[in-house]
């Protein structure tokens, strides 16, 4: 009898507190297990978001920090310059990086920072409570935008596209966490992201299609499914930008 | 007389009865259970009735770690032909 | 004696680099331009990482990182750059990190003037950012001591794990006097035992100031007001005091200087005037003023602002000597003349009284 997924050594024992059916606990699954396949766990150093995800520190079983919210990758870039041979990442949701944290996403990219950056897209901001976010498509009800998204409240962003405005990113792309076939992308995506780093070529950035079923008010299995057809329509999936 | 190729064991207690691998098992292996755990979730219970191939599509979809994808033996999944 | 003639500014950079900072992020902001314009030849030369960030909140953020990695690192700005820089600072002081952060006053509220000022005194020194913390500052009043507490304060950053703001003002940025160089280095700098450089050999860590579960979040509180206690023998001060003084001139930073020439002045015109200058604004030097008030009988306190540290004058007498303000707001520097009159007007209110 053979265990076909032992735990990943990046992973700690510790259950995360996520909703059920939220894509967090995929992606920090697939960051732990490209850690791991890597063999960079005892180098590498995270930093966490202000989001659902700020207790990352507590489900990898590696060196991560909290950042003041949005200025997540000047912390990963402030670390990654003093130890530039660990591997620094910095992991995002929609508010930390398309939000009050654009400005710095933006200026990290332009320098081609040597960083991983692993945005979660689940078109809210999940930790507050279901308000609209940068990612919010047309038309989505959310708590501040009650009658649904419209123009006067800006259009959804799409931050590879943007970034793909400079010069210096090397890996833009865009990926899904809403089935398995998908999931197995980004994890390849993720793979490819990291190794871009490690091979110093420059700055990369994997975008993550994410389920928030308390949010959006659906079962998970209706979230992963909405995630297929309606979001991906706002949000196209696969590389904007491949220069490894 | 079908050989067991793979089993799942679900870990009671980090279940939270999302349902995503109830949904994404090709074989439907998965329902979802009764019994509550200290989450206030009724964990999925594994069926062994359809045969498992140990495709670990369940674990690829839970966000939990709660499922432990077993291979009974290295048999080939009774489907499985090879092609020429 | 190795005597060099230095800008206030640029010898914040050299006593940086003395004192082993090999990190610094900053962006441009009068006066104090010249502390990034060194920073960004000295720092690559001293094998150091120089960044001009894209604002001063990514300034202080690049240091936050790099002081979580084990680096002294420093960042540097002035009024309206040090407003921004108040979350972080909170951040700092709530996760225990170690940095140190100049801020080069000048006249404000909002965009203000670019002259020198010491209206960022509350913000510095009673928060500035959000909750229960205190960064320890220092206040230089000439150039060679800037290159001194520059040296200190990335001590004390580390011996407290706590930021250290640096309160110039613009005139002390960009006056320029003999600084002996042979100051001294620091003593040693300390390993960092919550540093993250990844977990190899050991268990992993992380640095946080979020902190929900029950009573966790109170306990930390009283963990930081423990610290803050043992921080206040680093409380610095300097008195010029002669018998039968009827007046103390309390003053800091380039007021200070003023005040001293205007003290100097008014003992050659047989008024008895002692003067006394807080170097650490936090630790306030309360009990030393306290005694130097009482035996006075007066004060008068001297600031570049409409009197910010004069309520720390006010709480350290405790209602036990009259304590009179003279300042100026808005970037204008008060004159040895101007304050001379204050000093009059000061000890005529004592024979009224």
Redesign the interface.
Known sequence: ?????P?PEA?TEF??I?????????AH?LVAEVIDELGV?????G?APVGCA??A??Y?????????HG?TP??????????PD??VFSYQGDGDLASIGM??II?TANRGENLTVVFINNANYGMTGGQLAPTTPLGMKTTTTPAGRSESDGRPIRIPELLNALDAPVYLDRQSLH??VH??RAKASLKKAFQAQLDDKGFSLVELLSAC?SNWAM???DA?KWIGTELVKTFPLGIVRDRT | MVKKVGKVEVEFQRCKACGLCVHYCPQGCFALGTELNHLGAAPVRFQEEPVCTACGICAVVCPDLALQVWKLQDAKPVAAKTLR | MNRVLFKGNEVITEAAIAAGCRFYAGYPITPQNEITASMARRMPESGGVFMQAESEIAAINLCFGAAVAGTRAMTSTSSPGFSLMQEAISFLAGCEISCVIANVMRGGPGLGNIQPSQADYFQAVKGGGHGDYHNLVLAPFSVEEAYAMTLLAFELADRYRNPVILLADGMLGQLMEPVDLELGPPASFPTRDWKLDGAQGRKPRSIKSLLMNDGVLEKHNYHLAAKYRTMQKEVRWEIDRQEGSELLVVAYGSSARAAKAAVREARAQGLKVDWFRPRTLWPFPSEALKDAARRSGRVLTVEMSLGQMVEDVKLAVAGGTPVDFFGRPGGAVPTPAEILAAIRQSLSRRTTV
């Open positions: 009898m053979k265990l076909a997924n735990r992973l259950p995360n996520y909703c059920p059916g939220c894509g967090h606990g995929l699954r766990r005892e180098r590498t150093v930093v700020v207790f520190y507590d990898w079983n590696f060196d991560v920090t909290e950042a003041p200025r000047c912390v990963a870039t402030g670390i990654k310059r003093v130890l660990r591997v400005g710095e200026h089935d398995p999931i197995r079923p079962t998970p299995p992963m």
